[in-house]
């Protein structure tokens, strides 16, 4: 007889490795299903201070690695698959993987969300010669040479906190003449004398034959042109959903961020979305793990209604 979990949660970030957490401990068979390294974004985030009671000194990738051991401890099983296809509707959903497909009564989508392009020119021709999207990746690479981070929210300035560890310098290009990122990232920033700002302004182009040479940058008020020698280049200007997989299946919003409700439901019943691939106001670790835990739950009240 074919196997039936009670859950199956595609990704394993922590939406996802929180709602593994609260199912088996509920006593659902569940499964996660990732495709790549387990903790999504968080994994690759050097600094974690503000995830309460996080211990002193903890990363991302630590506290993903906890995470999947807690989740494992209550019996959660994992599988690396890559998910071609699913089928939501009916009392038994179907995940089409490449190697094989697994059945379940609910499904909690943990898909996450990935970085948006600057959109420049030779930015795809460049990345990973100098253009990165993930500072604690690639840091390294960098060391003593001059560094660009495109941006103004909470990711930019505070992997520009992160860059100017290991930069020359480095400097923030942020088509605003205002920062979005918290307070409290503002004022380490601008306290740091490697991190200067470039007011008003966008990238062009990236220059440069093998590597990153220079940047090509307009000031969107004057019309100005000018070029910044710059070896490194991270783009952090926000994050697109990865929801492809379920178009025309569940409601969406025009960016394709899955709708819910507060129980983390979707339109189709036995269905949950959680983390940075739903609509919601903040995207962090904490709203993530809450919105796995809330969807577990849920899911399991869902289970229980059937039986009744």
């Keep these: 007889m074919e196997h039936i979990y009670d859950t199956i949660i595609i990704g394993g970030g922590p939406a996802g490795l929180s709602a593994g957490l609260y199912a088996s401990r509920s006593r659902m068979d569940t499964l996660v299903i990732e495709r790549a390294a387990y903790g999504g974004q968080v994994a690759t985030t050097d600094e974690l201070d503000n995830y309460p009671g996080s211990i002193e000194n903890s990363t991302g990738a630590s506290l993903s690695k906890r995470m999947k051991e807690q989740a494992a401890e209550f019996g959660t099983k994992f599988v690396n698959e890559e998910v071609a296809g699913v089928e939501l509707e009916g009392d038994i959903k179907v995940i089409k993987c490449m190697s094989k497909s697994y059945k379940a009564k609910t499904i909690i989508i ?3 969300a990935y970085p948006r392009l600057g959109g420049f020119k030779n930015e795809t021709e460049l990345r990973g010669k100098g253009v990165s999207y993930c500072a604690t990746c690639d840091a390294d690479f960098f060391a003593d040479l001059d560094i660009a981070v495109l941006g103004g929210g909470d990711s930019a300035i505070s992997e520009a906190i992160y860059l100017a560890k290991f930069g020359e310098t480095v400097t923030v290009i942020h088509r605003r003449d205002e920062l979005r990122a918290a307070k409290s990232l503002q004022e380490k920033a601008f306290s740091n004398p490697k991190i200067k700002f470039v007011w008003d302004t966008v990238v062009e182009e990236a220059k440069g034959t093998e590597v990153l040479e220079s940047l090509v940058l307009k000031n969107i008020k004057t ?34 961020d899955v709708i819910t409700d507060e129980e983390m439901r979707t339109n189709i019943p036995g269905v949950y979305a959680a983390g940075d691939i739903r609509v919601k106001l903040l995207r962090q670790v904490i709203t993530a793990a809450a919105d796995g835990a809330i969807a577990a739950t849920h899911a399991e009240h869902y289970i229980e209604s059937k039986l009744r």
């Excluded at 994050?239 to 569940?250: A, N, R, T, V």
């Design 110 to 112: 943990a898909t996450g």
């Design 223 to 256: 019309g100005e042109i000018s070029e910044l020698k710059s070896d490194g280049c991270f783009v952090f200007i926000g994050y697109l959903p990865i929801s492809e997989l379920f178009k025309g299946k569940i409601t969406m919003n025009e960016r394709g």
